[in-house]
């Protein structure tokens, strides 16, 4: 039987990215569970606080956060979802896993060097300006609450975008670190290795920077869309969508990245894999279809797809907030008696069990 762990940061209404790289699949996993697979998806507001937030911001992103994933399918009777604050075991094994962590590793992990923005040798540790501010302890040890996350359920896989692979990669070594030093026999595994599930569409890009991914930190609403955006919105942002002055369709993420985006994205929204973006693309191309008639097409099977998460979203969010409250109070209690059982089990291992 397999366990599936995946995480999402409170930062909103989760976007097209979100959605088509991870949450997606999340529904699907739950849809393909066998009989004694275990779903687990937390919504990680201690990740969220390594960056500065707003408190009401950060209690309201949270409650549309938890509607967000009713909306898109998650079912709480066969998924467990929970805030990650209220499961005080992935801190207990942060800190275990913390005692063997490599700061070298770490040092090395491109997720805060990118938050930072740092000019070039400038020292991490101390203030290089008003607005450069030091590297925190918390956004540097980031990855490590990421694993702690992921092994405290024994997970088997994960299902994350590309960018998450790395620190994937970083909760596998400590697993594997951490048995070779404290596991009684060579190859007995304490700390399950976790495989990622990559979703086909591993990496979606900004509408208004086709270079970079689409993300939440991006300021400009127009980068992304929202899966709970109007046809109206959906609209205006794919028909603001940067794009180039070529003549006609094709597809070449390098050259058109604009283009491209919008190509995977429909592809993407499609989900059915018969058809690849190049061949797409080149129908396209061959039909003479212009840019206009692409973005209209990429609008309204966006539009399509999202309907009915749309629909469901307001419909929660129009319930009385007891309702989220108690579906979270009871994801956090079974949340909590998988994860004390592994924290027991790793304190026993390092001969902190109590009594003496
Ligand atoms: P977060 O909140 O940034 O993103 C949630 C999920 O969305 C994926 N994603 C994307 N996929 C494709 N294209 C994009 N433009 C795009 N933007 C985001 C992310 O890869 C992710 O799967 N550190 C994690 C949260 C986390 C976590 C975990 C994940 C904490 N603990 C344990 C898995 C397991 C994060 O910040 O995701």
Known sequence: SRTI???IQPTGVPHLGNY???LREWVKLQRDANHGDQLIYSIVDLHAITVKQEREQLAKRKKELFASLLAIGLDPKRSIIFEQSRVPEHLELMWILSCNASMGYLGRMTQW?????????ASPFE????NKP????GLFSYPVLQAADILVYGTTHVPVGEDQAQHLEFARDLAAGFNHVYAPHE???ILRSPQTILS??????????????????????RSSILITDSKEEIRKKINGAKTDSLVGISYDRERRPGVSNLIDILCYMADDNTISPETLARDMGAANVSMKALKELVADTIDVGLRDVRGRYEDIMSLPIDHLSGLSKDGKSRARTEARKMVN?????LGLEPGF
Do not use: Q
């Open 5 to 7: 762990f995946s995480g």
């Open 20 to 22: 088509l790289g991870a």
């Open 113 to 121: 060097k990118s938050k930072l923005a740092l000019s070039e040798n």
């Open 127 to 130: 203030a290089s300006a008003p």
């Open 134 to 137: 030091a590297l925190k302890l």
């Open 187 to 189: 190859g007995v595994e």
């Open 200 to 221: 086909p569409a591993k990496r979606v890009m900004s509408l208004t920077d086709p270079t970079k991914k689409m993300s939440k930190s991006d300021p400009d609403p």
């Open 345 to 349: 089990t790793v304190y026993a291992a």
